[in-house]
């Protein structure tokens, strides 16, 4: 817009007044399309970006990284995402930040490890994608330097990570089933790419890729060497057994139908995304859940 007003002085009458009346209007509340830090919050939370990028453990500034996350193939640190312009983001641009969490591909050219869930992510409009950096760039900066990461050889070989992505990474935006109802395709939108639950609930391969026909399926080698279960609806093994009122109550609150609670890495998940959502998504979550394959797979819930 400022590029438009030196133009703008210089037409006569009517149209001038039109476009300074246009410059009035940019700079007040946002227009649809502008990105929109508030719907950037909601969004921030359906995708869980604290739960890693927060080290609450080492009482670590928000978002400023260094959250240790163990995985079957090493030590992986996050790295400070907050608008810094040194230590953080606060340099990129619109296209830098959605080249990263839709390719997996950093500013200056590096792959990113797929601990950074963005398999799951590329499937983020860029619509919410901008939303979301709004609000990343609404929080405060802060001077913490990213930490190297631990992984075991050869998963810490990062010129690797293209055979990777060659092999398991499906990068583009999440495309809508016009066959189905558009609550359905929220509950998708919000288990595969946003809510991301797949990178944990999806069991593995010996290089970290999801197994073919097990998609939700729960593994014995989840994330901080935790026992992930089915979510599919299988009626033995999964969540075929719950209404939809008992899986409401686990996502919302943490509760399961025997009165205890998740544990371990889903109550962060449960305090950071799926206990900020609206009824509305909840719901569409679990319409989803309950429509994919059921597979049986029987994962024990630890007892406590
Ligand atoms: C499961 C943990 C996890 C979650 C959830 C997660 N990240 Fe990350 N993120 C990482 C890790 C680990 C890296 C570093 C990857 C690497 O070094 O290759 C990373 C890297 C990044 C980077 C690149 C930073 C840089 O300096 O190059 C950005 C940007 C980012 N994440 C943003 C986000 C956003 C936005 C969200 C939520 C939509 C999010 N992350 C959710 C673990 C996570
Ligand atoms: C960071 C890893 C992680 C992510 C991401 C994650 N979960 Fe979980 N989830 C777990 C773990 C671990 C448990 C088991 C907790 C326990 O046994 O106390 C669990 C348990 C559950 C349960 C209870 C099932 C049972 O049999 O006890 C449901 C339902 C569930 N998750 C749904 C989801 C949904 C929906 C998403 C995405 C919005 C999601 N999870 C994302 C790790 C994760």
């Given at each position: 817009?400022?590029?438009?007003?030196?133009?703008?002085?210089?037409?006569?009458?009517?149209?001038?007044?039109?476009?300074?009346?246009?410059?009035?209007?940019?700079?007040?509340?946002?227009?649809?399309?502008?990105?929109?830090?508030?719907?950037?919050?909601?969004?921030?939370?359906?995708?869980?970006?604290?739960?890693?990028?927060?080290?609450?453990?080492?009482?670590?500034?928000?978002?400023?990284?260094?959250?240790k996350l163990k995985t079957p193939f090493g030590v992986f640190y996050s790295?400070?995402?907050?608008?810094?312009?040194?230590?953080?983001?606060?340099?990129?641009?619109?296209?830098?930040?959605?080249?990263?969490?839709?390719?997996g591909?950093?500013?200056?050219?590096r792959h990113y490890f797929p601990v950074f869930?963005?398999?799951?992510?590329?499937?983020?409009?860029?619509?919410?994608?901008?939303?979301?950096?709004?609000?990343?760039?609404?929080?405060?900066?802060?001077?913490?330097?990213n930490k190297p990461h631990d992984a075991v050889p050869p998963f810490g070989w990062r010129f690797l990570v293209p055979l990777w992505k060659a092999l398991y990474f499906?990068?583009?935006?999440?495309?809508?089933?016009?066959?189905?109802?558009?609550?359905?395709?929220?509950?998708?939108?919000?288990?595969?790419?946003?809510?991301?639950?797949?990178?944990?609930?999806?069991?593995r391969d010996v290089l970290g890729g999801?197994?073919?026909?097990?998609?939700?399926?729960?593994?014995?080698k989840?994330p901080?060497g935790?026992?992930?279960?089915?979510?599919?609806?299988?009626?033995?093994?999964?969540?075929?057994?719950?209404?939809?009122?008992?899986?409401?109550?686990?996502?919302?609150?943490?509760?399961?139908?025997?009165?205890?609670?998740?544990?371990?890495?889903?109550?962060?998940?449960?305090?950071?995304?799926?206990?900020?959502?609206?009824?509305?998504?909840?719901?569409?979550?679990?319409?989803?859940?309950?429509?994919?394959?059921?597979?049986?797979?029987?994962?024990?819930?630890?007892?406590?």
């Amino acid at each position: 817009m400022p590029a438009l007003l030196p133009r703008a002085a210089r037409l006569p009458g009517l149209a001038s007044a039109v476009l300074v009346i246009a410059a009035v209007v940019a700079s007040g509340p946002a227009p649809a399309g502008e990105p929109d830090p508030v719907r950037g919050k909601y969004l921030f939370a359906a995708a869980g970006c604290a739960t890693c990028h927060t080290d609450k453990k080492g009482k670590g500034a928000p978002l400023a990284g260094g959250r240790k996350l163990k995985t079957p193939f090493g030590v992986f640190y996050s790295p400070n995402i907050t608008p810094d312009p040194e230590y953080g983001i606060g340099k990129w641009s619109d296209r830098d930040f959605i080249r990263a969490l839709r390719q997996g591909v950093a500013p200056d050219g590096r792959h990113y490890f797929p601990v950074f869930p963005y398999p799951s992510y590329t499937g983020i409009t860029d619509r919410d994608l901008l939303d979301l950096k709004a609000y990343l760039f609404t929080r405060p900066p802060a001077k913490t330097a990213n930490k190297p990461h631990d992984a075991v050889p050869p998963f810490g070989w990062r010129f690797l990570v293209p055979l990777w992505k060659a092999l398991y990474f499906t990068p583009g935006p999440f495309r809508a089933d016009p066959e189905r109802s558009r609550q359905w395709n929220r509950g998708a939108y919000l288990v595969t790419a946003l809510g991301h639950c797949g990178e944990c609930h999806t069991p593995r391969d010996v290089l970290g890729g999801p197994l073919p026909g097990m998609a939700l399926a729960g593994t014995t080698k989840g994330p901080e060497g935790g026992l992930i279960p089915n979510i599919t609806p299988d009626k033995e093994t999964g969540i075929g057994r719950w209404s939809d009122g008992d899986l409401q109550e686990i996502l919302k609150s943490g509760m399961l139908p025997d009165g205890d609670f998740v544990g371990d890495v889903m109550g962060d998940v449960v305090d950071e995304t799926t206990g900020r959502l609206k009824v509305a998504d909840l719901k569409a979550i679990i319409l989803y859940l309950r429509s994919v394959a059921p597979v049986f797979h029987r994962i024990e819930r630890k007892k406590k």
